[in-house]
């Protein structure tokens, strides 16, 4: 897959495959015009890597010219079709054939032909690379098309997502697979919080932590922030249900994601459950626990080292750091067989370089994308 901008694309039509259907226009075409000079008028900015390829397989002589025509904004159209490049003049008595790269719902095709329908042509015709057959309105007849394809959002061979992805060679399908939402957990130490970091850039998902939700929330005086105050300083528990309010808002506020990394959250059993049940009434759900497993004797001098830096006295302790594995063990660790019974639990070996890490990590997302 390639990546543009924030979205992913998969390969969808091979440059082979596009070469195929530029001869099979340019033959029916030159069957039709051989004893004429037509002119083929390229519809910019899309067209003109089809426009170049159609000329090279045209066998016949013949002229060219351009009009521009722009409704794309990002993944959709804005639904208004505006000419920004005219007609091309000395056209009178000529045969016209526009090239377009895409036809889908008709709206340019409109636009073209009331921008000639005021010119004295001898004919006019409509060729199109592909052509969205399904979502076309049939208003007025498409002469030629290289092929029928689905109405999924491509770029490449001239089309584009917000200006990239003209000069690619091929032609790729957005990716439009479910949201990718995965639960991260380790022993502290393991590195959740580092890899989170690059998860979240490199596949546009939210990261969630649960540590850093409720330092906000308290910090600014929420109703939740103080409510789990009220919890934290009788030195209690705060509530799952308060937890798992703030994660809703979290999920909220965030609707253009791709997913979510939730970090820190669930650490029981009894908390994953309530989190499939707050994700089942988003119609969502958790595609994958990830454990990031590393040696204890490893993770103590990760921690140690840390606590010179941070100053956290619970990373400068070995008592307490084996404490909190003990915790983990005890309490976290029972979710291996909760998500494994699901089939959704995945280990990754947490020891090695970040990008290493990164990259066992890249794998297990990348193999649910591709389900």
């Known amino acids: ?8 694309f998969k390969p969808f039509i091979s440059e082979g495959e596009i070469m195929a259907a530029i001869k099979k226009i340019a033959d029916q075409v030159a069957v039709d015009y051989k004893k004429e000079t037509p002119i083929f008028v390229g519809v910019l900015n899309g067209a ?34 505006e000419s920004l490049l005219d ?78 992805g003209r000069n690619l060679r091929a032609v790729y399908q957005l990716n439009q697979k479910h949201m990718i939402n995965l639960v991260l957990f380790g022993k502290p130490g393991a590195g959740k919080g580092t890899q989170a970091s690059f998860l979240k850039e490199r596949y546009n998902l939210k990261h969630i932590s649960t540590g850093d939700v409720f330092r906000y929330n308290i910090k600014n005086g929420t109703e939740l922030g103080t409510l789990a105050k009220s919890y934290i300083d009788k030195g209690e528990l705060v509530p799952d249900e ?13 609707p253009d994601a ?26 969502m759900r958790i595609d994958a626990t990830i454990a990031l497993e590393a040696n204890d004797e490893v993770l103590i001098q990760r921690l140690l080292e840390r606590g010179k830096v941070s100053g956290r006295s ?3 302790d070995e008592k307490m750091i084996r404490n909190r594995f003990d915790e983990y063990n005890e309490k976290t660790a029972p979710l291996k067989d909760y998500y494994d019974d699901q089939g959704k639990f995945h280990s990754v070996n947490g020891i090695g370089s970040i990008e290493d890490i990164t990259s066992r990590l890249a794998k297990v997302i990348e193999e649910l994308q591709a389900v």
């Open 1 to 8: 897959m390639i990546k543009l901008h924030d979205k992913y």
């Open 48 to 81: 003109f890597m089809f426009v170049s390829d159609f000329l090279k397989a045209y066998p016949h002589p013949c002229e060219v010219s351009f009009v521009r025509l722009s409704s794309y904004q990002g993944l959709t159209s804005t639904g208004i079709v």
């Open 87 to 164: 007609v091309p003049e000395n056209i009178e008595g000529r045969s016209v054939i526009i090239l377009e790269d895409i036809i889908d719902t008709g709206r340019t095709v409109k636009k073209l032909i009331d921008l000639f329908s005021n010119t004295k042509v001898k004919e006019f015709k409509i060729a199109t690379l592909f052509y969205k057959s399904e979502v076309y309105n049939g208003e007025y007849d498409i002469d030629y098309f290289g092929m029928k394809i689905e109405d999924k959002f491509i770029v490449g061979y001239g089309l584009d997502y917000n200006e990239l």
């Open 242 to 254: 308060v937890t798992i309010k703030m994660l809703q808002d979290e999920v909220e506020k965030n």
């Open 258 to 283: 791709s997913g979510f990394i939730f970090d820190g959250f669930p650490r029981t059993t009894a908390q994953a459950k309530a989190l499939d049940d707050f994700l089942v009434s988003k119609e």
């Open 314 to 316: 619970d990373d400068q």
